[in-house]
Nanobody, 125 residues
Framework: QVQLVESGGGLVQAGGSLRLSCAAS????????MAWFRQAPGKEREFVAA????????YYADSMVGRFTLSSDNDKNTVDLQMNNLKPEDTAVYYC??????????????????WGQGTQVTVSS
């Protein structure tokens, strides 16, 4: 069973950048659809981005296109999320997720079987 550990969260000013990393153990990231979700206080867990297993195609939520980039390193067995031009509304706990997920449901958090503990991102205005 794959285990996921996120790192890289913190406090940043609006317009700044952060890079989150998700380290996987117990299985190769290349064999899973790997995704990032986020959850702000009082809100539902929200899809951020995902990278499909095998084909490697990457998908983003509309509000992240052009600002966030998901990448993976099979040698390090990590999945990173580079976040640029951060906005206060990006403030949330960011979670890494893994699963064998149909394309039609990759944006739903309950499609994923494996989760990290989350890392806090706070963007000040």
């Amino acid at each position: 069973q794959v285990q996921l550990v996120e790192s890289g969260g913190g406090l940043v000013q609006a317009g700044g950048s952060l890079r989150l990393s998700c380290a996987a153990s117990g299985g190769p990231v290349s064999s899973y659809t790997m995704a990032w979700f986020r959850q702000a206080p009082g809100k539902e867990r929200e899809f951020v981005a995902a990278k499909r297993r095998i084909v490697g195609t990457t998908y983003y939520a509309d509000s992240m296109v052009g600002r966030f980039t998901l990448s993976s390193d099979n040698d390090k067995n990590t999945v990173d999320l580079q976040m640029n031009n951060l906005k206060p509304e990006d403030t949330a706990v960011y979670y890494c997720a893994a699963g064998w997920v149909p394309l039609s449901s990759q944006g739903r958090h309950n499609s994923y079987a494996h989760w990290g503990q989350g890392t806090q991102v706070t963007v000040s205005s």
